[in-house]
């Protein structure tokens, strides 16, 4: 399984982007995955979530400013993320669990400024 996380970049606060994190086979049919977060001298966090069957979780930091969706023709999993705060500055990584074990993306680095 491979995971390869994209979109990220440098933007104002306010602004907007949008992560992919495209798998190598047909994983997101029937597995779900998360968007998690690293920033600086802080731990790995959950961000968003998605299952199998379209259940989605947001982290009360994000929420209402993030969307996760799922393109299962182009094996992908977006994160568009409005409203970016200095904050929410972090290496972004897409992950996914099957059969008891993880699978990483390399991480996507989003900057922030104010």
């Known amino acids: 399984v491979q995971l390869q996380a994209s979109g990220g970049g440098l933007v104002q606060a306010g602004g907007s982007l949008r992560l992919s994190c495209t798998a190598s086979?047909?994983?997101?049919?029937?597995?779900?995955m998360g968007w998690y977060r690293q920033a600086p001298g802080k731990e790995r966090e959950l961000v968003a979530k998605?299952?199998?069957?379209?259940?989605?979780n947001y982290s009360d930091s994000v929420k209402d400013r993030f969307t996760i969706s799922r393109d299962y023709a182009k094996n992908t999993v977006y994160l568009q993320m409005d409203g970016l705060k200095p904050e929410d500055t972090a290496v972004y990584y897409c992950?996914?669990?099957?059969?008891?074990?993880?699978?990483w993306g390399k991480g996507t680095l989003v900057t922030v400024s104010s």
């Open positions: 992950k996914v669990r099957i059969s008891g074990m993880d699978y």
């Open positions: 086979g047909s994983i997101f049919v029937n597995h779900g």
């Open positions: 998605v299952t199998s069957s379209g259940i989605i």
